[in-house]
């Protein structure tokens, strides 16, 4: 079993709709949480961070982390065409290592 | 700033051949981490460097191996390659080990024919 499971996708999505991205893991001592977006041909960049349980939100972005059922979630509002990328989750322990899931592919459509 | 640079971004080897790939990561990052990304896996944890020692590392064959440099420049190395080393290979930094966001380079392409 990976220690984070992420469904690859391809998900499709009309412009202006709300994108749900979302991620298990199996190590309870995870303690940090993240995700990363990688455009096509570019490295992946950090996109939310959190710490623990709890919603963080920036701007159309939100991330959740349920720390009792080991559920990692990035919600999209008003998605649009520039969101097409590769959204990956990752999280660690605290530095060191940091585990990704598979990444799931996401097309926005105009 | 620069961000961390990776040569070379492409390159195409034969099976049994060796290859070596090179991070510059940002300026006053200690740690590197490398990755290998593939359609079917995803990105998973080679290895990571901090002053020039080895502190973690993934479940690869020992044919996967890297070093750091005084500068904190790092190489990874593969040798007797296989067709399933064809991968995007990601070098990313951080400027101590354990604060959270890594910042990748843009990869370097292997095709292994």
């Known amino acids: 079993q990976k220690e984070v499971e992420q469904d690859p996708g391809p998900l499709s999505v009309p412009e202006g709709a709300i994108v749900s991205l979302n991620c298990t893991y199996s190590?309870?001592?995870?303690?940090?949480f993240m995700w990363y977006r990688q455009y096509s041909r570019k490295g992946p960049e950090l996109l939310m961070y959190?710490?623990?349980?709890g919603n963080k939100e920036d701007g159309r972005f939100t991330a959740q982390v349920d720390k009792s059922s080991k559920y990692i979630s990035l919600f999209i509002r008003d998605s649009q065409p520039s969101d097409s990328a590769t959204y990956l989750c990752a999280t660690d322990t605290g530095g060191f290592k940091t585990i990704f899931g598979a990444g799931t592919r996401l097309f926005v459509k105009a | 700033k620069a961000g961390v640079t990776q040569t070379p971004r492409y390159l195409i080897k034969t099976r049994g051949q060796q290859v070596t790939l090179s991070c510059s990561p940002i300026s006053g990052h200690r740690s590197v981490s490398w990755y290998q990304q593939t359609p079917g896996q995803g990105l998973q944890f080679l290895f990571e460097y901090f002053s020039e020692t080895q502190r973690n590392k993934g479940n690869f064959p020992g044919r996967f191996s890297g070093r750091q440099f005084s500068n904190s420049r790092s190489e990874m190395n593969v040798s007797t390659l296989e067709l399933g080393d064809s991968a995007l290979y990601l070098c990313?930094?951080?400027?101590?080990?354990?604060?959270?966001?890594?910042?990748f380079g843009e990869g370097s392409r292997l095709t292994v024919l």
């Open positions: 959190t710490y623990s349980s």
């Open positions: 190590n309870s001592a995870f303690q940090y």
């Open positions: 990313a930094s951080r400027q101590q080990r354990n604060t959270g966001e890594l910042f």
